[in-house]
């Protein structure tokens, strides 16, 4: 018998956690997100500056920081439903910087490459030193059941069969939230497919597209500044260059001298088509009344300086009109930028040829470009944008002279920021006007439905989903 007293196991020696300044960042941004509700697109790049002049940073950690919060972030509903499986409390009583780890330990697991041992370690590591070492096994511990199945093991688990409830399915395995689900579909119409992709277009990046403004700069002088392997021309607009992944837009001369910018090829199409419906009498004067920070005027400029017109870009915030006003420097014709409330206009009525009033919005055609959006968004804000809506385009009608045409665009699909704001000026506010088909002026453009109106879609044109009426005004 060993009458000796049981020999403790030597204490292991304490170890600090490694630090990994890429998970750092990424943690600092989705906190940033969830407490501030910050942006994430105003919050990487300063904290990318920042750890490339401290940490060294290289290209390599900027892409790996940014797929893990734009991922984290994009996929949340999916991963939400995964880890409340694996955790025996609800997940509202999980302190938010702790699902925050998981999160972005679940993303690393199942929307990344990288290996399920490594995942899991960094995580782990992260969680020792943002949230210390007790919390740091809870994030050890449902990781490690998070590694039991693949992404599409754990979708067969947690999300209703379509045939059950098809909006919960699409709402967790496309992870976007139920009723932006619904919302969508009524705007697409069709089957499954269709929202299917419509869905899995907005979890992708979007591509970064050019504007080459007409007269100042063009498609052929940004495609040999980006170099042959880098660009391609746009898919619709011949204004348009598509860099690739990577490509910086900043480093290019014409955009730095604003002879061309970046914009989203539906945006172009928009500013577009408004330019080119053809006019009776004159066609000197133009309008864009909400014009911030500046995309389409600055297209609108350089076409209105081609034909000898001048451009009003009018903007409520200053500071926004101050982003309009960077947006057109050196533009070639005349114009002028003022800070002015859409609503309640300091200009004549019937005083343009053309008008754009491109509409504050919920902009839920552009929610892969925001990752966060669509958790923030609310079903009551799209009725609640409704009436600034309806006097933004009522005010545009007025703004237009007895023929003239007034361009409503919005960066939503949602059937109650598009056509119902349209039939309902057109019904009630006592300006005459009639629709004008705009498909014949997006040229080449496919799939662009049954008209008078058109609905762009990031999965069938691979813009954001802008909408565009034109409307001239009879009376
Ligand atoms: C969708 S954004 C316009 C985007 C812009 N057309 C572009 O392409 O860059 C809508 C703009 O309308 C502005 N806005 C909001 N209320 C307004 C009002 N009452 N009058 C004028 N502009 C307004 C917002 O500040 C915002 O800059």
Not at 8 to 30: G, H, I, N, W
Not at 89 to 107: F, M, N, Q, T
Not at 194 to 209: C, K, Q, S, Y
Request: aromatic share 6%.
């Amino acid at each position: 018998m060993n009458d000796q007293a049981p020999r403790k196991r030597p204490a292991k020696p304490y170890r600090r956690p490694k630090k990994d300044p890429v998970r750092m960042l990424a943690f600092e941004a989705l906190r940033a997100v969830d407490e501030r509700d910050a942006y994430a697109n105003l919050v990487l790049p300063p904290l990318l500056r920042k750890a490339r002049e401290k940490e060294g940073f290289e290209t390599r950690d900027a892409a790996l920081a940014t797929e893990l919060v734009y991922g984290t972030l994009r996929r949340q509903g999916t991963y939400d439903a995964i880890i409340a499986s694996c955790v025996d409390r609800p997940l509202r009583e999980v302190d938010p910087p702790v699902l925050d780890v998981l999160s972005l330990g679940a993303h690393q697991l199942l929307g990344t490459r990288i290996p399920s041992h490594a995942a899991v370690s960094a995580s782990v590591e992260l969680a020792r030193v943002v949230l210390g070492d007790g919390r740091a096994k809870f994030v050890n511990a449902v990781l490690r059941k998070i590694t039991a199945h693949d992404l599409d093991g754990w979708l067969e688990r947690v999300a209703p069969p379509y045939e059950d409830d098809p909006e919960a399915h699409l709402a967790i395995v496309h992870s976007h939230p139920r009723w932006i689900v619904s919302a969508l579909w009524d705007a697409l119409g069709g089957g499954r497919a269709g929202i299917e992709d419509l869905l899995e277009a907005d979890n992708e990046r979007p591509e970064v597209t050019l504007v080459a403004r007409p007269g100042r700069s063009t498609p052929e002088e940004l495609l040999a500044a980006v170099g042959e392997d880098s660009g391609l021309p746009g898919r619709w607009s011949p204004y348009a260059v598509r860099l690739a992944e990577g490509g910086e837009p900043g480093a290019l001369e014409a955009v730095r001298e604003g002879r061309a910018g970046v914009q989203d090829e539906g945006s172009q199409l928009v500013a577009l088509a408004l330019a080119e419906v053809p006019l009776d009498g004159p066609d000197e004067r133009w309008l864009d009344g909400c014009a911030g920070p500046g995309g389409k005027a600055a297209l609108l400029g350089a076409l209105a300086a081609q034909r000898g017109a001048a451009l009003l870009a009018s903007e409520k915030q200053p500071h926004r009109a101050r982003l309009v006003e960077r947006a057109l420097a050196g533009n070639p014709g005349p114009y002028q930028v003022i800070a002015a409330d859409g609503t309640r206009p300091p200009w004549r009525e019937g005083s343009f040829d053309r008008v754009l009033v491109d509409v504050p919005c919920t902009g839920l055609g552009a929610l892969r470009r925001r990752p966060e959006a669509r958790w923030r968004r609310r079903p009551e804000d799209v009725p609640g944008f409704a009436p600034l809506q309806r006097d933004l385009l009522r005010e545009a009608l007025r703004a237009v002279r007895v023929g003239g045409v007034v361009g409503y665009a919005t960066c939503s699909p949602h059937p109650a920021e598009t056509k119902a704001v349209v039939d309902d000026v057109l019904k009630r506010e006592g300006v005459s006007a009639e629709w004008i088909d705009a498909r014949p002026y997006m040229q080449g453009v496919p799939v662009l439905g049954d008209g008078p109106d058109v609905q762009l879609w990031p999965h069938l044109h691979g813009t954001d989903a802008m909408y565009l009426a034109l409307l001239r005004r009879t009376a």
